[in-house]
């Protein structure tokens, strides 16, 4: 645990972790941007059947003395609700007494047609999206979901690769590549000519949003003392709050999906520029034997924390010694299969993958269908990027003092419990459901800023990121459900409800088998992990077990004293 001892001598947290975290996490404002971007971009905008072409020359109406909204039911019939325009159905030949105003007609025998003419719709919400431009509505409506779902694949195949990638190739190569990657392909996605086209650029822009947000939580991570963890974690996941509340300030301004997809993207460029700034993190330089890199970075980071003569102090042979058994254990090649291959690491997967699933389920289970609160969709946006002020504020105050697996349990048990509370509110009081809705998602959120926190803790250097993408995979699952699930409304409205806080309720119970990491050092190998578990938990390891830990390490001569490093703050 040498290494915690090495950031203190350069340091501690100084102006360079300050500058190295307000950098890192400011692409925060976009990336709320990219995975809510499809509320906006595929918004569905009023709409009825275009009228028959040239219906004016066609029928001789100038006997008759109405504006066009009047003259559209003669066309177009009224839907089941009978307070609007159906969507998707039209007259097969106009029904002129329906003009009357004592017309008394029995339309339920009028033969109808499908939309032979396209559709018309209203601009006064939007100018433009996906669902205007390529009439994604009536048969074609499930492609407009279809978008989000691609996007959040593409997220989960960036988990899974870029997890990988950053262990073998450095979280500063994979997160310089993965803004440069975003912000190509996302600005193309604004110039896409057809359906597939932008689709294929939105799965691409996913796997670039995982790299970006996952080797930038770990790259911040793995600079930052154990004490300012907690508040660094918490307080830099506003700025996703804060992309929220910048998202609907953009779509409200600009109201053209092309323009809008290309304005959220081009800040990519200017991240792409200053991310040379970074230093690599230390930790994984040393753990893949590049330990003069690494040195050269502790030598840098003190210089501009204002400790210039640490050269002389800060040597190779120090490094080394402080930080032998990492050394030594970086000797074995690591997979996803260690994440499984021992049972504390075992039990901390598994439960961080009910977790993952659940949090990400129940979350856009409620900010993806933003349209049906019967408000302004920029309104509901806004709002729901408020509530996380409060509820991430309450989320540090619970990590610092409940602690991570108490604050992970709470978070998802009250979400649930909001969520099933919903269902006992009558569709009417809209505002009571809207309020409500806003409270589970504020928890929600706070959760996510929890399990960020809490998995790159419980995860050691040697495998974070590939624990990191390998449990945030169920997350994009969970993202990519959230959406079908909400079809389940035809056969019992308060179904999608249910699953969502079911979902909630059992994802605690798996957060309370996590073990703690308030105040603890960040592990560096599996031993560490291990050897953390056995204070608690003193059951004999098996022997395939034992031999997964002992790989190239001789534990007993290489065991710090008690106190040592991280565990000395």
């Given amino acids: 645990m040498g290494f915690a001892e090495l950031l203190e001598e350069a340091g501690g947290f100084g102006r360079y972790q300050w500058l190295h975290v307000t950098l890192i996490s400011l692409p925060g404002l976009m990336m709320a941007s990219q995975n809510l971007l499809n509320n906006f971009v595929s918004g569905s905008p009023a709409h009825h059947c275009s009228l028959p072409a040239n219906y004016s020359s066609q029928y001789n109406l100038s006997h008759y003395q109405v504006d066009e909204k009047q003259l559209l039911r003669a066309f177009i019939p009224m839907d089941s609700s009978g307070s609007r325009l159906d969507r998707c159905r039209r007259y097969m030949e106009p029904q002129w007494q329906l003009l009357a105003s004592n017309s008394s007609a029995n339309i339920s025998q009028i033969p109808t047609e499908g939309c032979l003419d396209g559709w018309a719709f209203d601009r006064s919400e939007f100018l433009s999206t996906t669902v205007s431009e390529w009439d994604l509505v009536c048969g074609l409506r499930p492609l407009k979901q279809m978008i989000q779902t691609i996007y959040m694949g593409g997220v989960l195949s960036g988990a899974i690769v870029y997890g990988g990638l950053s262990d073998r190739f450095g979280r500063r190569s994979v997160l310089i590549w993965s803004y440069l990657q975003l912000g190509i392909l996302g600005c193309s996605a604004a110039l896409s000519p057809s359906y597939s086209v932008y689709c294929a650029f939105r799965f691409l822009s996913g ?16 600079w930052i003392p154990t004490k300012q963890r907690t508040l660094v974690g ?10 929220q509340m910048i998202l609907a300030g953009l779509a409200y301004w600009l109201r053209d999906w092309r323009k809008l997809q290309l304005v959220v993207c081009l800040p990519q460029f200017l991240f792409f520029s200053y991310s040379w700034w970074y230093s690599e993190s230390a930790r994984w330089l040393v753990l893949n034997r590049r330990s003069e890199d690494a040195l050269k970075s502790l030598h840098r980071v003190a210089r501009v924390n204002g400790k210039k003569d640490i050269a002389d102090t800060l040597t190779l042979e120090v490094l080394h010694s402080q930080m032998k058994k990492e050394i030594d254990s970086s000797r074995s090649m690591f997979t996803a299969y260690d994440l499984l291959r021992t049972r504390r690491m075992r039990r901390i997967s598994i439960c961080l993958l009910a977790v993952w699933f659940a949090t990400s389920f129940a979350y856009y289970g409620l900010a993806m269908d933003l349209q049906k609160f019967g408000v302004s969709i920029y309104q509901i ?80 250097t040697v495998l974070r990121q590939t624990g990191m993408g390998f449990v945030s995979t169920m997350a994009r699952v969970g993202s990519m459900a959230a959406p079908a699930v909400l079809i389940l409304d035809e056969v019992l409205p308060a179904l999608p409800s249910v699953v969502y806080g079911g979902a909630a309720v059992l994802a605690g119970v798996f957060a309370c088998f996590l073990p703690e990491t308030l105040n603890k050092s960040l592990p560096d190998t599996i031993e560490d992990v291990e050897e953390n578990g056995s204070e608690t938990n003193p059951a004999p390891l098996r022997p395939e077990e034992a031999v997964a830990l002992k ?19």
């Fill in 381 to 460: 946006q806004l709002i729901f990027g408020a509530v996380d002020f409060p509820a991430k504020l309450m989320a540090l105050g619970m990590l610092s003092y409940l602690g991570r697996r108490v604050s992970q349990a709470t978070c998802l048990f009250v979400s649930a419990l909001i969520i099933f509370a919903n269902i006992l509110v009558p569709a009417d009081m809209q505002t009571v459901r809207t309020t409500l809705a806003c409270l589970g998602k504020g928890f929600t959120s706070a959760s996510f800023t929890t399990v960020y926190l809490y998995t790159g803790e419980l995860y050691p």
């Fill in 551 to 569: 790989e190239g390490v001789a534990l007993k001569e290489l065991k710090e004293p008690e106190g040592s490093g991280l565990n000395a703050l």
């Fill in 234 to 243: 918490t307080l830099t996941s506003f700025f996703f709050t804060f992309g």
């Fill in 207 to 222: 796997m670039a949003v995982s790299g970006v947000i996952l080797n930038g939580v770990s790259l911040k991570v793995e």
